[in-house]
């Protein structure tokens, strides 16, 4: 370093007010330099950061989602600090995945749980791990497009179901899920509907006649699992109902099916008021003539997993693949359900816009039961009840009663409500801003919309209601209402244990207004009577000890639990 080049820097640091001695000149200006190149480089790269998350927000090809994707496992981590991330970044979950997809075609799959969720407490077993490879493979052998799926459907639907026990079907057998109901009872079937295929060594195919493309990745590798449009019962099973000639209960009432007379499809209804003969299809007896059809087409609104342990075939089958039997949901859903890129995009950035800098988060779900006059009133008085008895949110008090200093450091709390009425959220939030909390938190309320009205099968709406399923999943507590698919899907596939809104009656709020489950498995609403043949009538919650009532839904509803 020249002697003019000391005396310019010199003069350059004398503008700042920095006064060096002749003496220790020399050595000030090498620090001041050091220390000026690492500045620069923290400058640049905060800005590449910044431009990672600008990305994020604004990328429309696949190439740019998984790029941003990438550099999300920093940033997410650096925000919500290593809580948040599986240790080491566990992205196939445990082995729920596999690896190998294309991963700019779906960038939730990766990216879903391990970087914006805490650590499962739930682990899949190795078996179920086991199993899932296996179904993987016979799905791709057996799967649309496939010979073995060709050769299965040439003589479907053509009317002659005399000799159809004599045709070739070949080596597969089917279980086609219709979609039916709203988007959190399509999730809860769907997935009732994939386990028992799993069990039963079917293909599950999915009715794509609805919006499922447009909201979730394909889940299997290397192969599809919608329906062909060219599927040759295409044009009926919409229509399909317990008029259908091939409906069990029906065939069943009318003694028109046995072991030796099998029919190429049958339809199951599985509903919420679905006739006892229905109900059969949980029966070992009925499985063995049922397991003889190539063909199954469910149509179901109810999460039947529950009753599925009633089967004493089915039973030691499900205990090695569950051994935490209350998180059947919370695997399969996070191993088949993973939203587009589209409906991705919306998570994360209402994630890091409104969720991510919060200290703790609170997920608040209100199901609308009634649009009577004085009924949100009564319903917002519950949540306060709830929340706050609970210590969940704080009570709020007048300013000269806040004991917080301004200047201390207060916590953060992240409130996100869903509902389809705006108005719980914004009388939340109303409260919190007019007043201080009586802890010195400082409580933000969301809601990411207020549709008013369900809109099932419109892209936009179900592709909203997804994301907010999945934010509510996101939250580190959550209150859900009784009786709602959408706060079961919610609650299960985030691992947490609710607490329960009870059912509102008549116009004043529930006493106590909600209870805090002990299980993180959905509820199956309106279940069969235990028993089949002679003791047929049996109360299906006190068969099994882990097969008990739903606490929102008693004598109406049963789930499964780990604590006895």
Not at 27 to 35: A, D, E, S
Not at 489 to 510: D, E, I, M, N, R
Request: charged share 20%; glycine share 6%.
């Amino acid at each position: 370093m020249t002697d003019q080049t000391k005396v310019t820097m010199y003069h350059m640091f004398q503008n700042s007010g920095d006064v060096f001695r002749a003496s220790c000149l020399k050595t000030k200006i090498l620090m001041t330099v050091i220390f000026g190149g690492l500045l620069i480089g923290s400058v640049i790269l905060l800005s590449f950061s910044h431009n990672f998350n600008d990305q994020l927000l604004d990328a429309t090809s696949n190439d740019q989602l998984l790029d941003a994707a990438s550099n999300e496992e920093l940033l997410v981590a650096t925000i919500n600090g290593s809580s948040r991330s599986e240790t080491p970044h566990d992205k196939l979950l445990g082995g729920l995945l596999t690896a190998g997809f294309d991963e700019p075609t779906c960038v939730s799959r990766y990216y879903q749980s391990s970087l914006y969720r805490k650590p499962s407490p739930y682990k899949p077993s190795e078996y179920l791990v086991s199993k899932l490879r296996s179904y993987e493979k016979l799905h791709k052998r057996c799967g649309p497009g496939t010979e073995a799926y060709k050769e299965a459907t040439k003589n479907l639907g053509h009317g002659d179901e005399k000799n159809y026990a004599n045709k070739s079907v070949g080596e597969c057998k089917y279980a086609v899920w219709v979609a039916v109901y709203g988007l959190g009872n399509r999730i809860l079937t769907l997935t009732s509907v994939f386990l028992y295929a799993l069990l039963t060594e079917r293909v599950v195919l999915v009715d794509q006649s609805k919006d499922i493309s447009d909201l979730f990745c394909e889940p299997f590798p290397g192969t599809s699992w919608l329906l062909p449009n060219d599927f040759p019962l295409m044009k009926k099973i919409d229509g399909y109902g317990r008029g259908y000639s091939r409906c069990y209960g029906t065939m069943l009432n009318n003694h028109a099916i046995s072991v030796n007379s099998t029919p190429s499809h049958l339809y199951l209804d599985i509903l919420h008021d679905s006739r006892d003969e229905d109900k059969m299809f949980f029966c070992p007896k009925d499985q063995t003539m049922i397991d003889k059809v190539p063909w199954l087409v469910f149509k179901t609104n109810v999460y039947f997993v529950p009753s599925l342990w009633f089967s004493p075939t089915l039973r030691p089958e499900l205990m090695k693949l569950f051994p935490q039997k209350e998180a059947v949901f919370h695997h399969l859903a996070r191993y088949l359900f993973h939203p587009t890129n589209q409906v991705w995009g919306m998570i994360t950035r209402y994630y890091k816009a409104h969720l991510a800098r919060a200290d703790e988060t609170l997920g608040i779900q209100v199901r609308v039961f009634s649009d009577q006059a004085g009924y949100l009133q009564h319903v917002m008085d519950q949540i306060l009840s709830c929340t706050q008895r609970e210590k969940l949110l704080p009570q709020v008090v007048a300013q000269e009663e806040s004991k917080v200093n301004v200047s201390t450091n207060q916590k953060l709390k992240a409130v996100l409500v869903t509902s389809l009425d705006p108005e719980y959220a914004d009388r939340l939030k109303n409260m919190f801003w007019e007043q201080p909390s009586s802890t010195g938190e400082i409580i933000e309320v969301y809601q990411p919309s207020g549709e008013k009205f369900q809109q099932t099968d419109k892209k936009i709406h179900d592709q909203k209601a997804l994301a907010e399923m999945y934010l509510l999943s996101l939250t580190d507590k959550i209150v859900t209402s009784a009786r709602s698919t959408f706060g079961y899907v919610a609650h299960s596939l985030g691992g947490l244990k609710p607490w329960l809104l009870y059912q509102p009656k008549g116009f004043t709020a529930p006493d106590p207004p909600c209870i805090r489950s002990t299980s993180i498995d959905p509820c199956h609403l309106t279940p069969p009577s235990h028993g089949c043949d002679a003791d047929w009538g049996t109360y299906s919650g006190k068969v099994v000890p882990f097969v008990r009532e739903c606490e929102d839904r008693e004598h109406d509803g049963i789930k499964l639990f780990d604590e006895l």
